[in-house]
């Protein structure tokens, strides 16, 4: 059907198709080595890194500051467990022996830094009350506390002395809290895993508690078993160790992923080319590629994140698309009479070139998103662009030399052509749209697509709009925590802080004391500002204490000796300055961190510090996980522009070269541009928040989804070219390669539809956002494409038949 | 995080000279903390930088401190209602809260909207206020700053500001448009005879009590008080001040006389009855009630241990108190037994007014609240279900 044998490739593929064919057993083995080899690497080396500074863009302003401060105010280590009783009071026996127990256990877990773990039970949580001889302070549930009607009616007014309402204890009375902070490094001096204390909190905490732990203290007193039903505390953990080691659990579900997108390609594959013999070879050639690429993350020293694990699936499916496109052509040479062997060289020399620029524009994609100054995506771009040379190896050379050694059975031609006649049918029917009107229909209702995408997608939004931790989803057992902590402590989870650094201690200054307690109070009064805690408002606190409880010495004393005393006792613990209080940060809580909250709130920052220049001091953002969130929304809108421009302007200076025809060029890209603005609105519709997860979906998916155009207009021309009308020229076209196109799509969407299930938000997201894409640009091109070029194709005058083959060849030796 | 603490002590020693306060009990070993107390009261106390001697000053000779922060105009801040506010005073049928960063609210619906005055002249935290008239008021805070409005509270002006004393004023009352008294931390006492044009600082040196044995040889070394509250009855007024100390004049100010005192804590606020009766609270609950001119002291059960602030006689005859951790303390009976109305959320008030319709008005922590208060039985049985229900109700 196409080109004749020997017709396509040039001397070069010749050439190499002579070296590889005669040294087919030397290239499995070196390959079978290889794979080995890495395989070794793979499940010796390989391992889950969560690490956050990666997900940082570290280059932007506020991530300076975060990384500067990070050693002294990283204090976002904290765990939280909230033990909240079921009845909703916890002054009972059973609440206290629960408290107790998880106090007791995280002070003895390795990894706390146990000075700093406070709960009822441990001393460092006490009263103070002013009496009249000075003050009275203790200890708000008693070494010697006995949980007696009486000592319980005590501690009650010990913690509203203490003030730690809605600190420490829930605001309704309902529950309270152990607060602890994961160390760094524990007392060997080895880093601690945070994933590791996590998991001893869920078991030792979490499971003792709220599991069994009732049912074993109520039988034991009494020697009889005593049936307790259900435990009589709920147990709710929350803080950045809870966050990377769900995330770390919810990372590997992606194994069952990869188990159920393997068996689905293998059955899709298996269908396609209707022999399993035939569909092994492409999905072994790309295992091959993903053990290599695997293999090759170890030897760079890389760990694999959440976001990287999607590269192995991309380059997977990116194998077996392109795979199935050979063994397509193989199939078909054998159908013309050559063995197995003569077909495969045949089909090497023929797809050698447009196989290599189809999986350049791949690249293409990749390579754009590197300018996303941000670790996970530039190691994600570094990982799937060398897949994606790992494949063109696979594909190219095991492929081929694998394929020349299947048998085609005889049922098997049957088979297939059975099956081309079914096609044939429907490929004339879909032919069809490349009539005027069908056409006109088609291009109107892109048009409308279009112009609805584009005004529903102005609603998709940067960074993220649900509540809690953005990467878990909104109803996982984290988040789920969260609200419940939230909600019946007063904590806020969406921190957003300012850094003071000043010349002098502040501590000291009257000046800068009262512009951090200004700063402070105008940032109270923006909107989505919640609460601000900073330090001039504690020691303002701190000296009406000093004044006997009066509030109308709440404020900062201009007296240097009872200005040194109104901070003198506030520890560096709170994370309100450091040890030269030269560091002084004001933590803004936000109601919450959609996009237009956060922007608001830096913009009022930037204002006040613009309109009050402070001499000595400058306020710096921002740290707290709203100001990384406020770097990456920031850097997501400062890269989108440029990253879209980027792969839409390869990919239109490929198809030129390719084409070497600007109509080729536009009809490939009108289609492309169209699904990425719909692509636009399905985030706006489902609610999949522009960030530095999705912003590079969008890029890949145009790089990716090129594919579809490319091997569809690149037949298509040779037919117009022939001066064939655009109709049959797009049936002929569909007849060799639509099955193909088709197939493509739907093993590239299979590569990544397993994600939409995942219990990781992001990943669930580019899931959708991926298989959306990868399905409408592949329908795109043979919907779409054809019916533009009804009306934009102008119907060549036939040439001479020599010169009609196979332009991309021509123009990739350019 | 061991240099916090420490490494500041060089200067705050220097206050220790006059450490005042005896140790203060502690349970379970927090004696730092409790001589930390101490040493802080000893601050509290410790010599003021000269201030300039009782010079008036007029509204445009305030010391030029060029940049400092506060000499600035008090800004218009949406969450300006729930910010600190200290006192409130009535102008007319109009309602003025004075508090933190110079806020000056107005409410003319009784309390149920605040807007902030148009111009205050400072970001000086306001301590108190008081008005003559509708239209002539007086507010004072730290820094000894008193401002002066002619218009209702709308406009103000400053008349005096001293922040190198470093020392704020604390409660101000005037007699009429002319003569009125401010004072404050340190026994600052100023007077004014006209209008605040000029302002006066006074010696506040009342007349002692009588010996009545051998002479105290701590005498001498009396300390300056803060002078916490102002109040005037009849002919006579009363000064609540701090260690038990209460005052009292019956020649408009002129003279001061020593009262004795029923208690050695603080009083931070009175509430004249009559010409001889009233009552007189402050730290801890505590509050007493004198029918004889201050000579003889009572002390009445107020039910709580929060420091009570400030009192009120309402239309109806009741009195109230108010006081830190939301106390609300309500009395059909003279004072004789009181009933505890504590607010949910526990914000410390500062002040109230009542509204002339059954309920209160009040401002502290959490800025101006309206406080309803229900027929006198209802709000008794409600006020003992809530102390029962807090564990805060009943003596300890």
């Known amino acids: ?814 | 995080m061991g240099p916090g603490p420490g490494r500041l002590t060089a200067g705050a020693r220097t206050g220790l000279a006059r450490l005042r306060v005896p140790a203060a009990r502690a349970r379970g070993g927090s004696a730092g903390l409790t001589a930390a107390f101490a040493s802080a009261m000893a601050l509290a106390q410790a010599p003021q930088p000269a201030s300039p001697p009782a010079a008036p000053s007029p509204a445009s000779g305030a010391p030029a401190v060029g940049a400092d922060l506060l000499d600035r105009p008090a800004l218009p801040a949406p969450a300006a209602v729930h910010s600190l506010l200290l006192d409130v005073a009535r102008a007319g049928e109009r309602l003025v809260a004075v508090g933190e960063r110079g806020h000056v609210l107005l409410s003319d619906d009784a309390g149920r909207s605040w807007r902030q005055a148009r111009t205050v002249p400072s970001r000086t935290m306001l301590t108190a206020v008081a008005f003559a008239d509708a239209r002539q008021g007086w507010a004072v805070g730290h820094d000894e700053i008193i401002l002066h409005t002619a218009d209702g509270g709308e406009t103000w002006q400053r008349q005096h500001w001293a922040p190198d004393a470093q020392q704020p004023l604390l409660d101000v009352w005037f007699a009429d448009a002319s003569r009125g008294i401010a004072i404050g931390a340190y026994k600052s006492y100023f007077t004014t005879l006209d209008g605040g044009e000029h302002w006066s600082r006074q010696a506040f040196e009342p007349a002692p009590l009588p010996r009545s044995g051998p002479a105290d040889p701590d005498a001498e070394f009396a300390p300056d008080y803060h002078l916490n509250a102002i109040a005037a009855a009849g002919a006579r007024l009363w000064i609540a001040a701090e260690a038990g100390q209460l005052y009292r004049s019956d020649d408009a100010g002129t003279s001061w006389r020593t009262l004795p005192s029923p208690y050695a804590g603080s009083f931070f606020g009175l509430l004249p009855l009559s010409n001889d009766s009233l009552l007189a609270f402050g730290l801890r609950g505590n509050l007493f009630r004198s029918d004889d001119g201050g000579m003889n002291w009572r002390k009445l059960e107020s039910g709580t241990t929060a420091m009570l602030t400030d009192g009120e006689v309402l239309p109806d005859g009741r009195l109230a108190l108010v006081g830190l951790s939301g106390t609300v303390l309500l009395s059909g009976d003279r004072g004789a037994t009181w009933s505890l109305r504590q607010q949910a959320d526990r914000r410390g008030l500062s002040a109230a007014l009542p509204d002339g319709a059954g309920e209160l008005v009040a401002v502290g922590e959490d800025g101006a609240r309206r406080i309803a208060l229900d027929g006198e039985a209802g709000s008794a049985a409600g006020a003992r279900a809530s102390g029962a229900a807090t564990g805060t109700g009943g003596a300890r």
Request: with cysteine; glycine share 8%; net charge neutral.
């Open chain 1, 1 to 814: 059907m196409s080109g004749g044998p020997g017709a396509g490739g040039g001397a070069f593929s010749a050439r190499l198709e002579k070296l590889i064919f005669s040294h087919r057993a030397l290239i499995i083995a070196t390959f079978a080595l290889v794979t080995v080899a890495m395989l070794v690497f793979v499940v010796r080396g390989l391992r889950i890194d969560a690490s956050f500074t990666k997900q940082l863009p570290l280059k932007h302003e506020y991530m300076q500051t975060f990384v500067k401060h990070q050693a002294e105010f990283g204090g976002a280590n904290r765990v939280l467990i909230a033990l909240v009783a079921r009845d909703g009071n916890m002054f009972t026996p059973e609440f206290f022996a629960a408290l107790k127990k998880a106090t007791d256990r995280v002070l003895v877990m390795d990894g706390i830094d146990r000075g700093r773990v406070q709960s009822l039970f441990t001393p460092n949580v006490r009263y103070i009350e002013v009496v009249e001889d000075g003050i009275q302070a203790g200890n708000v549930v008693d070494a010697e506390f006995q949980p007696t009607p009486e000592a319980l009616a005590e501690v009650r007014e010990n913690i509203l002395k203490a003030g730690i309402v809605g600190r420490l204890v829930a605001n309704d009375f309902s529950g309270a809290l152990v607060s602890a902070i994961v160390l760094e490094q524990d007392a060997q001096g080895r880093p601690v895993d945070p994933i590791a204390v996590a998991e001893r909190l869920e078991r030792e905490v979490r499971d003792a508690i709220a599991g069994a732990g009732g049912t074993q203290a109520a039988a034991g007193r009494e020697g009889i078993d005593v049936k307790v039903v259900g435990p009589p505390v709920d147990v709710h953990m929350i803080g950045f160790a809870k966050v990377v080691h769900d995330i770390a659990q919810g990372a590997l579900s992606v194994i069952v992923f990869a188990i159920v997108t393997l068996l689905l390609t293998v059955l899709f594959v298996w269908m396609h080319t209707q022999s399993i013999r035939v569909a092994v070879v492409p999905v072994v050639c790309s295992v091959v590629a993903v053990i290599w690429q695997l293999g090759t993350l170890v030897v760079l020293g890389y760990g694999i994140d959440p976001l990287g694990l999607l590269v192995p699936f991309l380059i997977f499916a990116i194998g077996v698309s392109h795979g199935v496109q050979k063994i397509s052509s193989v199939k078909e040479a054998v159908f013309e009479g050559l063995d197995p062997e003569a077909a495969a060289r045949l089909t090497f020399r023929q797809l050698l070139l447009p196989a290599v620029i189809a999986l350049l524009a791949d690249l293409v994609g990749f390579v754009t998103i590197l300018y996303i100054p941000v670790q996970v995506i530039q190691e994600m771009a570094i990982t799937a662009s060398i897949g994606v040379a790992i494949v063109i190896l696979t594909d190219l050379v095991l492929l081929p030399v694998l394929v020349s050694f299947v048998r085609f059975d005889a049922g098997y031609r049957n088979r297939v052509e059975r099956r081309i006649t079914v096609l044939n049918r429907w490929w004339h029917a879909l032919s069809v749209i490349t009539e005027k009107g069908p056409s006109a229909a088609i291009i109107a209702l892109a048009a409308v697509l279009g112009v609805v995408g584009f005004v529903v997608g102005k609603g998709a939004v940067i960074g993220d709009a649900t509540a809690g931790v953005p990467e878990l989803r909104p109803d996982s057992r984290y988040n789920v925590d969260s609200r419940v902590i939230t909600r019946e402590f007063s904590i806020g989870v969406d921190i957003l802080t300012v850094i003071v650094e000043t010349r002098e201690p502040a501590c000291v200054s009257h000046t800068l004391m009262k512009s951090i307690d200004d700063f402070s109070w105008r940032m109270q009064n923006v909107e989505g500002v919640q609460q601000v805690i900073s330090l001039p408002l504690v020691a303002k606190q701190a000296i009406a204490g000093w004044s006997e409880g009066s509030l109308k010495w709440r404020e900062i004393p201009r007296n240097p000796d009872q200005l040194t005393q109104s901070t003198r006792y506030i520890e560096t613990s709170t994370g309100l300055l450091n040890a030269d209080c030269n560091v002084v940060p004001v933590m803004l809580f936000l109601a919450d961190h959609r996009s237009q909250t956060i922007e608001r709130v830096v913009a009022a920052v930037k204002q006040w510090r613009s309109e009050n220049p402070v001499e000595g001091a400058a306020f710096r953002l921002a740290t707290g996980n709203v100001g990384v969130m406020a770097a990456t929304n920031e850097e997501v809108k400062r890269t989108e522009f440029p990253i879209l421009f980027g792969v839409f302007a390869a990919v239109i200076a490929m198809c030129l070269l390719t084409f070497r025809s600007l109509t080729g060029a536009v009809l490939v890209f009108i289609p492309l541009a169209l699904v990425s603005i719909l692509a636009y609105a399905l985030m706006a519709l489902v609610g999949i928040g522009l960030k530095i997860s999705t912003l590079p979906m969008v890029a890949l998916g145009v790089g990716i989804g090129v594919d579809y155009g490319i091997y569809l207009f690149s037949r298509m021309q040779e037919f117009l070219r022939e001066g064939l009308p655009v109709r049959e020229s797009f049936e002929r076209t569909m007849r060799v390669t639509g099955a193909s196109i088709i197939f493509t799509g739907i093993t590239l969407a299979i590569g990544v539809v397993t994600w939409i299930f995942s219990p990781l938000q992001f990943q669930a997201d580019i899931g959708k956002l991926l298989t959306f894409m990868f399905l409408v640009n592949m329908i795109g091109a043979i919907v779409l494409l054809p019916a533009l070029a009804t009306w934009l194709v102008r119907p060549a005058p036939p040439p001479p038949p020599a010169q009609g083959q196979f332009a991309p060849g021509g123009g990739a030796r350019a």
